[in-house]
């Protein structure tokens, strides 16, 4: 229930959007757009995710406000998507909009106040971020590439993924999207037949075989038969107690820094 | 692509089996959604068996330009595989994968569609444009195309053809229903509506709160040539979680409904879910038809999986409830089922809250539309099964307020998939397989006479299983996410596997298996 709440505060107070608005179109939304669209916008069993990794070009953010609000008021020919016009008033579909909009908006919207230039230190240096990450092909192999996160991301996700136990990309909308590749990067034990242990985090499993990056960052793929032993732990390898290991400035200033990591994909491209 | 007549009329000779009856679908063919009528989606077909399953091989893989991650079966007749979507049809040479027509309606549409039928030589599709079309299968000519009765709307429901009818449903506000054409002219022959009129007696099961409905019919289901009758499934009441607004059972939402197929008034129904409040369609569950001993008389039955998390047998001359019982792990709404089918609702049956109520299992459901499977051979069912539990929450305490769900946030009730070989007249679980990465919804299985499993997962993994064992005797990487159903069918000598995956259809057959075509 603990995420939830912070799911909650991701999605209901997002920048740029009044949160009055934003929480009248959820109102909404939640009412009669959820059936088709899941919750959040992440995928029903009509409809497709209208956020996140599962949309299409069109759907996944790179439609104007007035674009979404045109899109709901007089539906999409051709798609399973009606009209609301005559349905809802004009304020609701105005909210539903602003509330996609929240949704869809991402850390690069609303960059930290702080100095990213002493962020960037941060980074490099006292946070050890780059023993797990690359910025610009800098760093290590073992956890995400960070080089675009401020677009990929909400502010709320990245500070949640600094300070808190648990956080999860889902956490993002689209809760219960299914994702390729997988997101997860959990920790994971592996021991081989020959004796041989290895650490790391998971990349992808199926029924036969196993994925993983050791924490030097080097791929390995083992057939789950030459395993002994193969344990994947819950939480994270990522410390999340950055807001005490560092001081108040620096965690501001590498807060700046990541929420401008990113470039804003160009609005009206599709694919 | 357009082929002239007399190319087609020369394959048609060249790689069409014997002719059947257009009645009912052959052996060796899949021509309606569900395989055969009674949605057993068993296979007589003996080419491929748990000996040499581990010689399957991609025959061809056929791209569906345009579309967005399939939820469609194929149907496959007379050696042509047809492939519908709303405003569109491509028909291929099952054998080889090559396009022989598209019938393409503008606009070009990737909302979900989940199938067709081909039917006395008539492949049906539904429109954009609120229109049901019938295209000559062999060349893609229209033969008739009939605004919708109702004026609105079909959902992406398989239409479902049968006794010189075609049966569609609809999905749009505010009420669901069902619709029946005839297959040879498109004329209207009958409606019948999941949600009652106010003259009607079901309404005082609504406390006079329709005006929302609900009941979509958005799969299609079975069809009992004995009984005469579709046995179709219907969706939620509406609004889907914030209930007090419609007290009562709120008939005939979550109802499995046998209707007339050729009056189409019910003569049955079983509602799976009296008053929902967590949009537990059971429209989603295949409405599994099949004979067997049960308390030691014959009897002619129905097994549903439904996405409440209860597996129902019942009676299919009349829908009466014979046993039922969950068939996942956790369950946190009900304690179980009364002698007459109804849930024993735990509490206040894990009512949506302000700050979010834990549901089991999810809203997602503990198993969705993708297809169970009854097999002759074993006289087992297998389902896909969803273990986990939601979060359903309401953003306010007025009466009618919106609503919403997410999967749990906690490891220990996420959600896993599973595929379950369960005993149909006891319930009880013969063996479970837990799927790896896979969490919602995923594909549908099929089963043959050999003793095997087509078990599908929802990341990609194509796995041929031992029906006794769950044993995996061959598996395959398709790449991309499976959310729809498998076929099989039979051609040249060759034994095929045909399922949708992300915008592509892959099929699978032996290697060296057949005369003809792609070896």
Known sequence: MKRLALILAGIAFPAAAQPTLVEQGKAVYDRVCTACHGANGGAGDRAPAIVLAGASGALRGERSQAQLVAIVRDGIPGTGMPAWKGRLSDDDIDHIGAYIGALRGTALDNPMRGDPVKGQAVFWGKGGCSSCHMINGRGSAVGPDLGNIAATRKTTAIHDALTKDRHGVFGDGGVHLPMIPPMNYEPVTVVTKAGKTVEGVMRNQDHWSVQMVDMSGMLHSFDRAALRDFTIRPGSVMPSDYDKRLSGEEFADLMAFLTRQGIKPKSGDDE | MRVRPAFLSIFLAAAAPAAQPADSPAPGEWAVYPGSYNSQRFSSLKQVTPANAARLEVKWVYHVPGSLELEMTPVVKDGVMYIAQFNRVDAIDAVTGNVIWRYQRPPASNAAYRGTSVYAGKVFVATTDNHLVALDARNGAVVWDVPTASGRRLSGAPPFAAKGKVVVGILDQPDGFIEAYDAATGRHAWTWHAIPRPEDPEYKTWSGYTKEGGGAVWISGSFDPEQNA??????????????????????????????????????????????????????????????????????????????????????????????????????????????????????????????????????????????????????????????????????????????????????????????????????????????????????????????????????????????????????????????????????????????????????????????????
């Open chain 2, 230 to 519: 579709i046995i179709w499934g219907t969706g939620q009441p509406n609004p889907p979680y914030s209930n007090e607004v419609r007290e009562g059972d709120n008939l005939y939402s979550d109802t499995i409904a046998a209707i007339d197929i050729d009056t189409g008034k019910l003569k049955w129904h079983f509602q799976t879910t009296p008053h929902d409040q967590h949009d537990w369609d059971a429209a989603s569950g295949s409405k599994v038809l099949f004979d067997a001993v049960y308390e030691g008389k014959p009897r002619k039955l129905l097994i549903q999986a439904d996405r409440n998390g209860f597996l129902y047998l019942l009676d299919r001359t009349n829908g009466q409830f014979l046993r039922g019982q969950s068939f996942i792990d956790d369950m946190n709404w009900a304690t179980g089922l009364s002698a007459e089918g109804r849930p024993i609702l735990k509490g206040d049956g894990a009512k949506p809250s302000l700050k979010g109520t834990l549901t089991c299992p999810s809203t997602a459901g503990a198993t969705n539309w993708p297809s169970a499977t009854y097999s002759q051979v074993t006289h087992w069912l297998y389902i896909h099964a969803i273990e986990g539990c939601g979060v359903n929450f309401r953003s306010s305490s007025t009466p009618g307020a919106g609503t919403s769900y997410i999967e749990s946030p906690d490891d220990k009730t996420k959600w896993v998939s599973h595929i379950r070989a369960i005993d149909p007249l006891t319930g009880k679980r013969i063996w479970d397989v837990t799927e790896v990465r896979s969490n919602h919804y995923g594909p549908g299985l099929l089963s043959t006479a050999t003793g095997l499993l087509f078990a599908p997962e929802q990341f990609g993994y194509i796995t041929m299983r031992d029906a006794r064992t769950g044993k995996d005797l061959w598996h395959f990487n398709t790449g991309d996410f499976i959310t729809a159903s498998p076929i099989t069918y039979q051609l040249n000598g060759q034994q095929y596997f045909a399922i949708a995956s992300g915008t592509n259809i892959f099929v699978f057959g032996l290697k060296h298996g057949g005369k003809g075509g792609a070896k």
